[in-house]
């Protein structure tokens, strides 16, 4: 069964940037979609950005593109979440999931798209 351990989160000031890395421990490769994901203290989850398996197509939530990179090494099973400029309501807890199977060149969106999710990690941006 492959595990996802996040690493990275923290806290930051107003307009500072900070990266996120996921690692999957066991076997993936590139017909799996992964994706970040996010929840704030009171609300639901909601999508942050995902990649397809090839890394040759990404998506992104519209709260945070232009100011935030996904990227993965399929080499070392990992993906990462890079990102710039970060507001106070970027505060949450931040997940990785991954998606089986059937996204070597699509992103998946949907939390039910998703069958393997890390324990998350937190974000404070303070303002």
């Known amino acids: 069964q492959v595990q996802l351990v996040e690493s990275g989160g923290g806290l930051v000031q107003a307009g500072s940037s900070l990266g996120l890395s996921c690692t999957a421990s066991?076997?993936?490769?590139?017909?799996?979609?992964m994706g970040w994901f996010r929840q704030a203290p009171g609300k639901g989850r909601e999508f942050v950005a995902g990649?397809?398996?090839?890394?040759?197509?990404?998506a992104y939530a519209d709260s945070v593109k232009g100011r935030t990179t996904i990227s993965r090494d399929n080499g070392k099973n990992t993906v990462f979440l890079q990102m710039n400029g970060l507001k106070p309501e970027d505060t949450a807890v931040y997940y990785c999931a991954l998606a089986r199977s059937y996204f070597r060149y699509t992103v998946p969106r949907l939390q039910v798209q998703y069958d393997i999710w890390g324990q998350g990690t937190q974000v404070t941006v303070s303002s």
């Open positions: 990649i397809s398996g090839n890394a040759g197509v990404t």
């Open positions: 066991g076997r993936t490769d590139s017909n799996d979609g």
